[in-house]
T-cell receptor
Framework: DGGITQSPKYLFRKEGQNVTLSCEQN?????MYWYRQDPGQGLRLIYY???????QKGDIAEGYSVSREKKESFPLTVTSAQKNPTAFYLC??????????????FGSGTQLSVL | AQSVTQLDSQVPVFEEAPVELRCNYS??????LFWYVQYPNQGLQLLLK??????LVKGINGFEAEFNKSQTSFHLRKPSVHISDTAEYFC????????????FGAGTTVTVRA
């Protein structure tokens, strides 16, 4: 079945540690996204990528980094510079390059907590 | 840059009553607009989208939304809600250029009571 797989489902970070959240899709989608969901703040865009080897900062990119070496993979690293990383992280993808008329497909999310 | 504001954070409503969720957007260019729904303990699903054409857009589960360019609004409505409509609803906007940036509002929690 086609879809987006996020792992792990739960992740704990120690002070000063970098952690990486995985996002893989087998939908052959060009565009991929990372959002952070906090209660009362909705989904805030961290990074997005329209095509392999290219990505753009979203609205809250500080303290995060991404890579897009393969079309199907868009990992998110939460660095030690992110002082408030506890949140629910959602990965999404969409299909058509050059025409935004497709819906986003979302993964099931990763809950990141600080120890 | 574009942004979206959802004017109500919580909307309690009785079963079979109508509901309206308000969404205003800000953008220097033309936009695409979307409403997504997140049911408890589930992922997000697309309810409806406005890309072009008729300003009244019909979506799934009896929802509809109207694009109003002069008021920069995209309010979501349903004439009669069910208990199963209890969920969080998100308005989202994307610029009509070759840029895939999609920004969401803070969400509106709809609680339907019998």
């Amino acid at each position: 079945d086609g879809g987006i797989t996020q792992s792990p489902k739960y992740l704990f970070r120690k002070e000063g540690q970098n952690v990486t959240l995985s996002c893989e899709q087998n939908l052959n989608h060009d565009a991929m996204y990372w959002y952070r969901q906090d209660p009362g703040q909705g989904l805030r865009l961290i990074y997005y990528s329209q095509i392999v080897n290219d990505f753009q900062k979203g609205d809250i990119a500080e303290g995060y980094s991404v890579s897009r070496e393969k079309k199907e993979s868009f990992p998110l690293t939460v660095t030690s510079a992110q002082k408030n990383p506890t949140a629910f992280y959602l990965c999404a993808s969409t299909g058509q390059h050059g025409a935004f008329n497709e819906k986003l497909f979302f993964g099931s999310g990763t809950q990141l907590s600080v120890l | 840059a574009q942004s979206v504001t959802q004017l109500d954070s919580q909307v309690p409503v009785f079963e079979e009553a109508p509901v309206e969720l308000r969404c205003n957007y800000s953008s220097s260019v033309s936009v695409y607009l979307f409403w997504y729904v997140q049911y408890p303990n589930q992922g997000l699903q697309l309810l409806l989208k406005y890309l072009s054409g008729s300003t009244l857009v019909k979506g799934i589960n009896g929802f509809e939304a109207e694009f109003n360019k002069s008021q920069t609004s995209f309010h979501l409505r349903k004439p009669s809600v069910h208990i199963s409509d209890t969920a969080e609803y998100f308005c989202a906007v994307s610029a009509r250029v070759n840029d895939y940036k999609l920004s969401f509002g803070a969400g509106t929690t709809v609680t339907v009571r019998a």
